[in-house]
């Protein structure tokens, strides 16, 4: 079986046992049949749990042989010492992936260490793939399944995530991911192998690489290489530090090794790094919701003038260049400010909106600066409508989008003040608009944006908008 | 009359001159004396517009001179051309302190700059003080009072603001400002003068600059260092980029300055430098609070392992370090922890929290490690409630806080996923508590935290924990 079929075992399997599987339910309870249920999966599922005949009304089998029909998947929560006799059974009943989802083993002690080359053994021997051990396994919102312990709703957005970690399966940011892998201690399955298949995946659109620590770094640079041809993977490698090393060893048993490899490697793979989920959240914001960036030339539009200062100093400390707007753009709002006032870029409409109403002054200025041939994307600073003479409708900037000239450069919004999330929704419902949480995030992702633009940016939902009903 | 009575007239007048007020009232008219009604503003108010003689009710005089009463401060809103015979005239009515709010100064032409200068001698000459041009004014909460033409609610906060823009009046992140200053243009008051003002304010606990030139370094240098002997001073300066410092130049006519030299200045007056408006949020929250830190050494509880990683990343990023546990602080915690597991510092009680309930584990981790001798401070990751199986009153963290041992530690959360917003206030509540949006952010804000302890921090509200209630 190839690299592929194995993925698909694991990824949208047609029928899953669960060995292990707790007889208690509820709140609290961590109950994989329980979640399983809930998700919607529609395949079938086999409870294996020797101490117990029924549970949630299914029938519980006494071991993975007694089971009829075939397995695709099989899921081990057992205590440690149970896992390899479970993993043994698999084998016999010719289950060809596993997902071992107890802990304590290369994360644990020296015992633990010597299970999971035991581990490993059986695999090899049997042919079969083991993803794990200490993984909350996988999630594939297409399918409504997903093997996580701890229940959480899911999301169908094109982002693929690769851990090292069950951390980001309730905790994913912003849109949340569609698909899914912790590879756990990845005694087997591991990194490489789930780029590989998300790289093939055509609903994933973009990939988030979670990394302590990479075993074959030429096999995962040849593969990245692959991917990142195709599709953008943004990496946070943790595990940095002195200290990061040493508990990246407590935490899956890998070796985190040097920091700077890492770093030369990602960019030889032309894999985006971040150092925080928050800037994930923000970077790939950009890269699904906007369309590609032909150049990095921004036009700002500020409210307040001290606003286009920091507009010009993230644009800069971010390789980003400030437009010089064209004389037909100058000429066209000009009208609209007092006769002292020189038209500049970043665009302060502080006081032109004073006196022709905000919504009025911040269209015109938007559709000519988004016609400007000088410009390839456009930064806008809003205030909160809440402190604000200004009612709500600001936001909708649907009659400025629709035009002809405005179709394909990004707009990105930082609203400043206290409802950022509440707005952000609004505005990011409209096509190629995109809310951040800070200027310097706005300029950081558009940076990114303009050295992506391979990837023909915003095809994450064929061109439309990701909307709020897309989120988790 | 000395530096500090003129900042007082500014800052509580008992009676204020609304010079070139609006007869348009209502939503989006942006009219200072309707602000200054609704925001309870208790002195006189006395309107000043040839055009008519009542607005709101109020009595509206032809000119400032025909007031019978005293005036402690004018408030001068008319077009630019008219600002100058509007400062005269205060002049004569033996006025003392004039905002003027007008644009097109030095922020404008060349006719504007010559404007300005004019203002700046009638000043001299009638030894008045003029804040502004192109400003937004003064906010006080503490006497409901603001010469804001944009409303917005007030916050009882602790932070005294000093800005060269209204920027930050309606878009203070936060806990907001309790009492603030935009000095626009600067062309007499200057951020010096108001910097020297909260000083010595006793309502003022932590100051925040945002600063896009400086005039008089050596003064600058001279006041800040007495001010931040006495309390925290966060400064943002923009205009640090090249594009950034031009924009400065239309947006106040300041010259924003090469930027090493600011930075060397900042560490030689003790202020703590910040580059986004998210960064001073999060610093601010921990310097007002949280107790003072001891040393720099951290203990974190962590829910998954991957975020003990990413946790020991952060720290050793910021300068702080991870504790060695004591031996008591392990042999108390270790009955809760499978026997294969070895008890590391960042404590993962992921699989503890499963086996005998996330609720009783964390607390007891957490009262452990606070009464560990070796620990200054801890920094917790939770799970967001909504995903999980444990409910919201894991946050009540109170029975922990309450012991004598854990009195004087800052525990500082990362709560990743959804509902960070939500549940910060509820963490907030609690003494000792604040809650962060990111863990490089909680390791930056702890490590500003542990050079600062000389503040003896917390004290911003009297050693209670700052309230839902004091937020914007």
Redesign the interface.
């Known amino acids: 079986m190839d690299e592929k079929s194995y993925m698909k075992l694991f990824m949208e399997p047609e029928s899953v046992a669960l060995i292990g599987v707790s007889r208690g339910t509820g709140?609290?309870?961590?109950n994989i049949l329980e979640n399983m249920m809930n998700y919607g999966y529609s395949g079938k599922i086999y409870p294996v749990n020797p101490k117990t005949t029924e549970i949630l009304g299914k029938q519980v089998y006494k071991n993975v042989k007694d089971i009829e029909g075939d397995v695709d998947l099989a899921v081990i929560s057992t205590p440690?010492d149970a896992v390899l006799d479970a993993v043994r059974d698999c084998a016999d009943a010719d289950i060809k992936a596993i997902i071992v989802v107890t802990?304590?083993f290369a994360?644990?002690?020296a015992?633990?260490r010597r299970l999971q080359e035991n581990l490993v053994e059986i695999a090899r021997e049997n042919e079969l793939r083991i993803l794990g051990p200490n993984t909350m396994g996988v999630l594939n919102a297409a399918k409504n399944f997903s093997t996580s312990f701890?229940?959480?709703?899911m999301s169908k957005s094109p982002i693929g995530l690769i851990?090292?970690?069950?951390?980001f399966f309730?905790?994913?940011?912003g849109l949340g991911f569609g698909k899914g892998v912790d590879v756990g201690n990845a005694c087997d399955v591991d990194c490489e192998d789930v780029l590989e298949y998300f790289g093939e995946d055509p609903d994933i659109k973009l990939i988030f690489v979670?990394i302590?620590g990479v075993e074959n770094g030429k096999r995962f640079l040849e593969i990245s290489k692959r991917v990142t041809a195709k599709k953008p993977v943004i990496a946070l490698k943790?595990?940095?530090?002195?200290?990061?090393v040493?508990?990246?060893a407590?935490?899956?048993g890998s070796l985190?090794g040097k920091d700077e490899i890492y770093d030369a490697a990602f960019r030889q793979a032309g894999i985006i790094r971040v150092?925080?989920?928050?800037e994930l959240q923000e970077i790939s914001k950009a890269l699904l919701n906007f369309p590609s960036m032909v150049g990095k030339k921004i036009a700002g539009i500020v409210?307040?003038?001290?606003?286009?200062?920091?507009?010009?100093?993230a644009?800069?400390?971010f390789g980003l260049e400030?437009a010089e707007l064209s004389e037909e753009t100058v000429k066209h709002i000009k009208p609209l400010f007092?006769d002292?006032?020189?038209i500049?870029n970043?665009v302060?409409i502080?006081?032109a909106g004073?006196n022709h109403?905000?919504k009025k002054v911040f269209e015109v200025v938007l559709d000519a600066v988004l016609s400007d041939k000088n410009v390839d994307a456009v930064i806008c600073v809003v205030?909160?409508p809440d402190?604000?003479?200004?009612?709500e409708e600001i936001f909708d900037l649907s009659d400025v989008i629709e035009k002809e000239s405005s179709r394909n450069k990004p707009i990105a919004i930082w609203m400043?003040?206290?409802e950022q999330?509440r707005f952000s929704g609004k505005l990011e419902g409209q096509k190629n608009v995109a809310a951040f949480?800070?200027?310097?995030n706005a300029a950081k992702a558009l940076s990114v944006l303009s050295r992506s633009r391979k990837y023909n940016s915003g095809v994450g939902h064929k061109g439309a908008p990701i909307k709020s009903e897309d989120r988790?």
Chains 1, 2 share one sequence.
């Not at 701890?150 to 709703?153: R, S």
């Not at 150092?275 to 928050?278: C, H, L």
């Not at 402190?387 to 009612?391: C, F, I, P």
Request: proline content about 8%.
């Open positions: 709140d609290g309870s961590f440690r802990q304590g994360d644990g002690d015992r633990g701890i229940p959480f709703k851990s090292q970690s069950g951390l309730p905790g994913f940011p979670h302590e943790s595990g940095r530090s002195e200290r990061g040493k508990a990246v407590s935490h899956t985190a150092y925080d989920v928050d409210y307040p003038g001290a606003a286009g200062v920091m507009l010009s100093d644009c800069e400390e400030i007092p002292w006032m020189r500049e970043p302060d502080w006081i004073m109403g905000v205030f909160p402190t604000q003479g200004y009612s400043f003040g206290k999330e949480s800070s200027l310097r988790v």
